[in-house]
């Protein structure tokens, strides 16, 4: 069955620090997507990356990178230097091929609060 | 560039009364759409998802519907509220053009129920 476990409920860091949040999936297809989505206070959900189950090389894109690890089902996200205005609730998510329509199943999210 | 509106922004209405929230996307044809309802414990439960006008699929038995009476339209309907469905709405689109591609939301929909 697909699921997804943000186990992290809330987390806050003082700013500056680096902060990892955790992401495990579970699927039983071989083909799937990996995303992550940044809910500020606003309300808005934010497109922040989305991983195809071939490709595990990390990826970095400014002070955000993203550590996919098939062999523990991982898909970690870390904010190095954060700052108050990364402060949000950030949801992992999961789409499979054998899911029509391109339905995601998100995680519970993690509440992320970094104080000044 | 492809972009979603999402109206009203807050609505607090009785319990019992009707409901109907829209969501129109611009910029793409023929998306997938989809309802999400986010209660205070912060999921995201996907209610009603479509893959063309007039295709509703339900994901959870509720007093909600949906419909989508145009191509890049979706509405959210209840005949009678309840105290329940109190939440934060969100619509969101996806393309059809490829697989696996995100889902992009609106800004959402306060509701509470007095």
């Known amino acids: 069955a697909q699921k997804v476990t943000q186990a992290q409920t809330e987390i806050s860091v003082v700013e500056k620090e680096d902060v990892t949040l955790d992401c495990v999936y579970e699927t039983r297809d071989t083909t799937y997507y990996l995303f992550w989505y940044k809910q500020p206070p606003s309300g808005e959900l934010v497109f922040l990356i989305r991983r195809n189950s071939f490709d595990e090389q990390n990826e970095i894109s400014g002070r955000y990178s993203w550590n996919f690890q098939k062999s523990t089902s991982s898909f970690n996200f870390t904010i190095t230097a954060s700052q108050v205005v990364d402060s949000a609730v950030y949801f992992c998510a999961l789409s499979e091929a054998l899911n029509r329509d391109d339905k995601i199943i998100f995680g519970k999210g993690t509440r992320l609060h970094i104080l000044p | 560039s492809q972009t979603i509106h999402q109206w009203p922004a807050t609505l607090v209405q009785p319990v019992g009364s009707p409901l109907s929230l829209e969501c129109t996307v611009e910029?793409?044809?023929?998306?997938?759409l989809y309802w999400y309802r986010q209660a205070a414990g912060r999921g995201l439960q996907l209610l009603f998802y479509?893959?063309?006008?007039?295709?509703i699929s339900s994901e959870v038995p509720q007093n909600l519907s949906a419909s989508r009476p145009q191509d890049r339209q979706f509405i959210l309907s209840s005949k009678k509220l309840l105290l329940s469905d109190s939440g934060f709405y969100l619509c969101a689109w996806s393309t059809r053009d490829r697989i696996f591609q995100p889902q992009h939301f609106g800004d959402g929909t306060r509701l509470s129920i007095l």
């Open positions: 479509s893959v063309g006008i007039g295709q």
């Open positions: 910029g793409t044809s023929n998306p997938n």
